[in-house]
């Protein structure tokens, strides 16, 4: 069973100084050629991520059992940028679970992450959704992430971007961002768990289609990206490609797919919306 009881109980608070080489060494990571996220002016959307990743992973499996922790799936992300991170900001992260729901195969836990200046200022909120694969739970509680689901895409993308996943790019992103999941860097692990061999990390994939979007849309100024959210629905793997496919649904707002090179969706349901 799962731990209800602590639903809404805050994390300690973690602190994180942010760096111009930390930045860079993510952008590095994750193949993003917008200068400003190279050189480490300015981080990347994703990047949000890292600060309290250590937080919400310790909120998200505190409340499932032991036997459950290993069968966790990235199931969603949201992020919602307040104002960029920049070199020299001192971060604060807390995170808290705010819900537990049955489904028919599993449990999904859903975390809120929020990150803060060093005045107290919001920085970015997201909202990580975990899938425990099997595991069961009597009962529903609290409540889910915000619906960003935006309905099926009609006619062709107003833009398709084309991406190669390198071969080290799992172990790359594991020491940029401190995911050091067996998944993403064991080829042995990763058959035993089912696949067909280590798996690119769900937030390396979102990364690479947020310097997509933002390429695409917002060359000059990246960081008018201020909401990004995507189901992932399936794994990309190191050594091949992923297109990412988005339609303009309305001012400053996207729907976007990611697909692997066979095809098949790695992200579905994504959502990036632009400042004007």
Known sequence: MFTIAQLGAWSKTVEFPVTR????AYAAATNDPMPRHADGTVAPPVFAVVPGFGAMAEATLGVAPPD????ILHGQHDIHVTRPIVPGD???CRAQVIGVHRRSSGVVV???LETTGDGGEPVNEQYFTGFFRGAEHTG????TAPDHRAGRAEGAPDLAVTQHIDADQPRRYAEASGDFMPVHLDDAFARKAGLPGVIVHGLCTMAFASHALA????PGDPTRLR???VRFSAPAFPGHAITTNAWRTAEHRYRFETLGDDGKPVITD???????
Request: hydrophobic content about 50%.
């Open 90 to 92: 001192l971060l604060r």
């Open 110 to 112: 859903t975390t809120l």
């Open 270 to 276: 994504g959502l990036a919306e632009f400042t004007g």
């Open 21 to 24: 080489d930390r930045i860079a």
């Open 227 to 229: 909401r990004l959210a």
């Open 140 to 143: 529903d509680a609290g409540r």
């Open 68 to 71: 459950a922790a290993s069968r």
């Open 215 to 218: 390429g695409a849309i917002a």
